[in-house]
């Protein structure tokens, strides 16, 4: 659907990991200043895992969440949304119909800034082969299907114990050999000046052999956001805490 390169624009605020729900709340006043422009941004580019559990076809996590999806349904409407699907939240296309929604299929995105070659990834697009086929399975329309009504007729048991189970995890480990990791995975396959993503929650960057990765830090730790800035600076991302922020 969409063939043309992202435009990543000077100032754009860039959220990845919130994993937000009502347990897990902290992403709401963010959202609210940009809504309420206390916070202004040209851009929002949302980089997956935003909700703890999300899922197009599933009306009970559409509920739960039915107040912050109103919020960013209003900002889509005055400025660009990007969001690339991540594995707690995906099929987001009619929930959030005036955004830029990429499912994990189609990442890693290509984006230009300022005359830069950037890939956006959530950052689970090439897993194991068993995780690509769990990937594969429970985003089928089928299984979506059944698991919408053992979630009715449970009352949501299976839904509500996940959430607890889900807003009890560490989002703050420290992957050991990361750098090591991500080169083996993919410094060969990608030619680019940078490379984002998200998923791994680590808060760092580096430079490979083919260009600067950069992985963001969770919004669940220590609710990090991110601010581009002039491409000048090799860091390209400015980091915030919205903690300080309101």
Not at 21 to 35: A, G, K
Not at 60 to 71: A, G, P, R, V
Not at 138 to 148: G, Y
Not at 207 to 220: E, K, P, Q, R
């Amino acid at each position: 659907m969409f063939r043309n390169p992202i435009i990543i624009q000077e100032g754009a605020i860039i959220i990845s990991d919130a994993h937000y729900s009502h347990l897990r709340p902290e992403l709401f006043q963010l959202i609210l200043d940009i809504h309420t422009q206390k916070i202004t941004t040209p851009q929002l580019i949302l980089m997956g895992d935003i909700f703890d559990a999300l899922f197009g076809s599933i009306d009970f996590t559409c509920k739960q969440n039915s107040e912050i999806i109103t919020l960013i349904n209003d900002i889509s409407a005055r400025i660009e949304v990007i969001y690339l699907e991540g594995n707690h939240d995906f099929k987001l296309k009619n929930i959030f119909p005036k955004a830029k929604v990429f499912s994990i299929k189609q990442q890693p995105v290509e984006a230009v800034y300022k005359n830069k070659k950037v890939y956006l990834a959530h950052g689970d697009f090439d897993g194991e082969v068993f995780y690509k086929v769990y990937t594969s399975l429970i985003r089928n329309p089928f299984i979506l299907f059944v698991l919408k009504y053992i979630d009715i007729f449970s009352n949501h048991a299976i839904l509500k114990k996940l959430d607890n189970y889900l807003s009890q995890k560490n989002d703050c480990k420290e992957f050991k050999n990361f750098k090591e990791f991500i080169e083996e995975r993919l410094d060969k396959k990608y030619d680019c000046d940078y490379f984002i993503e998200g998923h791994f929650h680590q808060n760092t960057q580096f430079d490979t052999a083919n260009f600067h990765y950069i992985n963001l830090g969770a919004f669940a730790c220590n609710q990090r956001y991110f601010i581009v800035k002039s491409a000048q600076h090799i860091e390209l991302l400015e980091e915030k805490n919205s903690l300080r922020e309101i």
